[in-house]
């Protein structure tokens, strides 16, 4: 059991490391967004399974095992919303893509 | 049964964080800096909760909670100050 819990574990710092290289590589600012989203899916999921799994099996605590996955809905919900607002914002004060972009319908309806 | 390995695998996410110290001190726009400040906090609150395993007293999941909570509240307001509605 105790491997099992390692694995989770190693496999969330594996997405954390992913995430972390891919927001100080990426070359620009939505490239950087769209890696930051690693850390706060993968990265979070594999310790709060872990964590559940060693606080029940080995703590025999229900309480920190209850709290931890209600914190790992709330990461669930609350992430996507924080990303939507974040892209959305940065666009509005006028971050744009290095490329030059095929297609932009979002600009085109804040226009009108 | 005490699982040592559990500081060292905290003391990973904390490194992390402090690898986005790069990102935060140099980004170009400010919503760099904001995701990266985001970023952060989630990396910080995996090094609480695995610190609270360790000791296995739940006061560092509730600062953990308290800390994740906070950090979405603070995105959001940046994201909505950035879209010019505040």
Known sequence: ?112 | MKMDELIFFGICFVVLALLLFYRLIKGPSAADRAVAADSMDILVDMALILFALYTGRSVFLDIAFITAILGFIGTTLIARYLEGKL
């Open chain 1, 1 to 112: 059991m105790r491997y099992v819990i390692d694995a989770f574990i190693v496999i969330s710092i594996f997405f954390a490391l992913a995430g972390t290289v891919g927001l100080i590589r990426m070359p620009d600012a939505f490239c950087r967004m769209q890696s930051s989203t690693n850390i706060a899916t993968l990265g979070v999921l594999g310790v709060i399974i872990g964590g559940i799994l060693y606080s029940a099996v080995y703590l025999h605590n229900g309480e920190m095992a209850v709290k931890l996955a209600a914190m790992g809905v709330f990461y669930i919900v609350t992430n996507p919303i924080a990303s939507h607002a974040i892209a959305k914002g940065a666009y509005r004060h006028g971050v744009r893509p290095d490329k030059e972009m095929k297609c932009d319908k979002y600009g085109e309806d804040m226009e009108k």
